[in-house]
C-alpha cells in the first residue's frame, strides 16, 4: 500500500481535539440551596466537581466521530499499491500500424516481416505474459496474455490508412507492464520514427522494419470554388516522390463515377521532390485522383475529393443606403445571389438567422454578434469581443497572408484604404489579421467553430475597392468561404470539425452524430464520407475527401522512467470509496445525534 499525498495524513490531528471534546467533564452550574446546606455530602459533591476529566457520555458518538475524522484523513491522502495496477505483462511490444506499414519490401509487405520478427520474439518469453498494443489510427492493445498464444492476434494486425501514432502507442504500453524494468520493443516502419524514450539501459528497444522504398503519391488536396461562372471548381494537388528516384512527368487522371473525366501532368523534378496538379471539376461532383500503380506504397496513390454543391448564396446587408450601395450591388452580381438590402431601424433578428452572409455596414445591433452564420462587419463602430479605436493614419497595405482563402487571386493592393478612413480594430483572439497596414488590420477573418466572422476596417467607397476587379473577387470569396462549413478534405484519423452555428440542432458524418458544439469527428478509413447539419435555419449536406497523406512523420518524447506498480491517478478508486464511507459515518452520526437530543427534549 503507498499513498499519492501523504501529507495528508497531518489531518489525524483533528482526533486529539475531539477526544478531549469529548472526555473532558463538564461541569454542571452550581446554585445553593438552603435546605441542604447542613447536608454533610457537600465534600463528596466538591469532589465529584473536581474532576476534569470523565467517560465519554455518548461513546458511540464518539466513536462514530472518530471513525469519520479517520475515513477522510486516508481517503484525502489517495491510498493506492500495486495491487490496483492494471498492466502486468513482463514485456510489451509496440507493432507500427501506419499506412508505411503496407510498402511491400522484397515479396512481402513490411507488416508480414514485422509479423513474422515479432513471433520470433515472443517464442523467447516462453509462458511469461506479454502485451500486444497496435499503433493504428487509435492505438490500442490487441492481446494480453501468455506469450505463446498471441498468434491469432498478431496475425489480425493490418496497417491503417493514417500516419503514425506511435508515440501514443508508447506512452500505452508503458502502462502495460509489470514493473519499471519491463522492456518496450517497437517494431515500426523507417518512416515513422520510433519516440525518444526517457527509460533505463535496455528497457527501450526500437527495431526497423524494412528498407529504403520508392514511392510517388499525393501529399495534400485542395478545392476552391469562387465566382463558378464557368460552372467549375478548381482542385489543386499535391504529387510528391521520394527515395531519390529520377524526376519526369508523371500522369494524373480524375476519375468520376469510375470514368475518365480529366487529365492532366506532374512534372516532378529529380530526388525527393513534389509538383503541383491543376484540374477543374463541376460543383456538387465525387472524384478520384489516381497515378499509375507499380510502385511500393499502393496506399497513396489515389486521394478522394469532394466538391462542394453550387449553393444559392443569401446575402443580407443592414446599413444607410447612401453608403451601403456599393456593397449591395457587388454580391448582386454574384451568380445565383439572393441579396436583401435592409435599413438598420426595419433590421429583425430573423434576418441575421435566415442569411449565408450577414453584412452590417458601418452598424451593429446591441449586444453580442447576431446569431448568423457568418458575419462580415465593415467600418464596424465596435467588435464584440474587440475593440475599435482611432482613425489610422497609413492605409496603405504592408502585409498579407497568402494562404488565406479570401485573397484567392486578389490584388491585395487594391485593399489600400484612404488617409484616415480604416479604424485600428483590434478583433477577438479567434480572429486572424488577413491584410495589415501599418497601424493594425485592414481585413480580418475567422471562425470560433460557431460564427465565421469577417471585419474590413473601412469604408469601400474611401478607398479604391470598388473600381478594381478584386472587389468582385473579394465578394466571391467571402460567399464561399461563409457557405464553407466542414473542410473538403481530411485524412484517415485526423479530427474533422464541423462549423455549428446558432440554432444548429444536430450535425452527422456518416453515423456518427453530433448534437452541441464543437462537432469533431474522426475519419478512419479512405473515401468520400457525407455530413448533414440539421438546424432552424434549415438542412445542408456536404461530403469531404478521405485521403491518405502517407508523408514521413516526426517523433515524440515518452517518459518510461515512471515504475507502473505505482499507483496513477485512474487507480484512485480507494480514495472515492474511502471517502464515500466517511459520507455515510457523518450520516449515521448526525442521525443519532438527532435522536439523542431529541430523547433530551
Known sequence: MSLLAPGALAGLVLLAPLLILHLRHRRPPVRSVPSLLLDGDGDDASRARSRAWSRPPLPLLLALQLLAVILLVVGLAKPAGPAHRRGGASAVYVLDGSVWMGARDGGDTRMGIAQRRLQSLLRGQGGHDVAIVLAGVTPHVVYRGAASSAGDAIRRATPSATTSTLTRAVALAADERASATAPVVVLHAPESPAPRASAAAGVYQQQRVGGKIRDRGFAGTAVRCGLQSAGSCTILATV???????????????????RVVATATARIPSGNGS??????APPGSSLRLTLPAGDALAADDATAIAVPAAATPHVNVVGAADRAGDL???????PRAQVRAIAPAAYRSADARDADLLVLDGWLPRGELPRARSILL????????????ARLADGGVSGSDATSPLLDGIDVDALTADTGAA?????????????WAPGGPLLSAGSDGVHHLAILSFDPGDSGLPQSEAFPLLAASLVAWAQSWLPATAQPGTGVQAQVPPGTTWTALGKARRTAAPATF?????????????GDWGVRTQGVGVAVDAR?????????????????????????WLLAAAFVVLLAEWLLSARVRSRAA
Open 552 to 576: 514521413a512523420s516526426t517523433a515524440g518524447a515518452v517518459d518510461l522512467l515512471v515504475d507502473p506498480a505505482l499507483p496513477r491517478s485512474r487507480h484512485d478508486d480507494d480514495a472515492l
Open 328 to 334: 449591395t450591388r457587388v454580391f448582386e452580381a454574384l
Open 378 to 389: 465593415v467600418d464596424p463602430p465596435r467588435v464584440p469581443g474587440g475593440a475599435v479605436g
Open 240 to 258: 510528391r516522390q521520394t527515395g531519390e528516384r529520377r524526376g519526369g512527368d508523371v500522369p494524373v487522371q480524375a476519375r468520376s463515377g469510375g
Open 275 to 280: 509538383a503541383p496538379v491543376v484540374l477543374t
Open 522 to 534: 474522426t475519419a478512419a478509413t479512405a473515401g468520400i464520407a457525407t455530413a448533414t447539419q440539421h
Open 423 to 435: 479604424r485600428r480594430v483590434t478583433p477577438p483572439g479567434w480572429v486572424q489579421p488577413v491584410v
